[in-house]
T-cell receptor, first 116, second 111 residues
Framework: DTAVSQTPKYLVTQMGNDKSIKCEQN?????MYWYKQDSKKFLKIMFS???????INETVPNRFSPKSPDKAHLNLHINSLELGDSAVYFC???????????????FGPGTRLTVT | TQLLEQSPQFLSIQEGENLTVYCNSS?????LQWYRQEPGEGPVLLVT?????EVKKLKRLTFQFGDARKDSSLHITAAQTGDTGLYLC???????????FGKGTKLTVNP
């Protein structure tokens, strides 16, 4: 069974378009994240949600809007796509309420976004 | 400014060789994690270290957290082709669960 799933796997679109990426986790986790991995493989956090509440919001253009309809889903909507948005976007989840000193994050397979 | 510096950036070795990759910072971390990422997939957690000086072993992989909790190393003994991948270190600071990643070491083990 897939723990963290993302759709689509690949997304090719033109500049100026609006697109969404969906993420679902079936692990019963309370926290979900979006990361961006650039062409040099640098992985950087964008957002995190805990129980549908926004916790981390890094310096990300407001063209990016996350939405969490419930604890198991965290979608990412991107408006007015730009060339620089091309990257691989990873969703992840964790159980923060476990109280462990450092939580384990489970990553999805990624969505490769190409803006032309 | 990159908080976590990983070295080397690229490493190509022959099967059976030993290797060490490093993750260094001038800042203190409450925990350090090591992930391995294979092409087309998301990172997978290998280990978490939380105590200064801590050493953890996972089969042929040995992880160490520096005494001052500012650096970590990953040593692989008798590397195998299946060890090929991108190794990422990531750390947390204070009470935050926010993970800060290094830029990774791309390891290639040749048969």
């Amino acid at each position: 069974d897939t723990a963290v799933s993302q759709t689509p796997k690949y997304l090719v679109t033109q500049m100026g378009n609006d697109k969404s990426i969906k993420c679902e986790q079936n692990l019963g986790h309370d926290t979900m994240y979006w990361y961006k991995q650039d062409s040099k493989k640098f992985l950087k956090i964008m957002f995190s949600y805990n129980n549908k509440e926004l916790i981390i919001n890094e310096t990300v253009p407001n063209r990016f809007s996350p939405k969490s309809p419930d604890k198991a889903h965290l979608n990412l909507h991107i408006n007015s796509l730009e060339l620089g948005d091309s990257a691989v976007y990873f969703c992840a989840s964790s159980l923060v309420s476990s109280g462990a000193p450092s939580v384990k994050q489970y990553f999805g397979p990624g969505t490769r976004l190409t803006v032309t | 400014t990159q908080l976590l510096e990983q070295s080397p950036q690229f490493l190509s070795i022959q099967e059976g060789e030993n290797l060490t990759v490093y993750c260094n910072s001038s800042s203190v971390f409450s925990s350090l994690q090591w992930y391995r990422q294979e092409p087309g997939e998301g990172p997978v957690l290998l280990v978490t270290v939380v105590t200064g000086g801590e050493v953890k072993k996972l089969k042929r992989l040995t992880f160490q957290f520096g005494d001052a909790r500012k650096d970590s190393s990953l040593h692989i003994t008798a590397a195998q082709t299946g060890d090929t991948g991108l190794y990422l270190c990531a750390g947390t600071q204070g009470g935050s669960e926010k993970l800060v990643f290094g830029k990774g070491t791309k390891l290639t083990v040749n048969p």
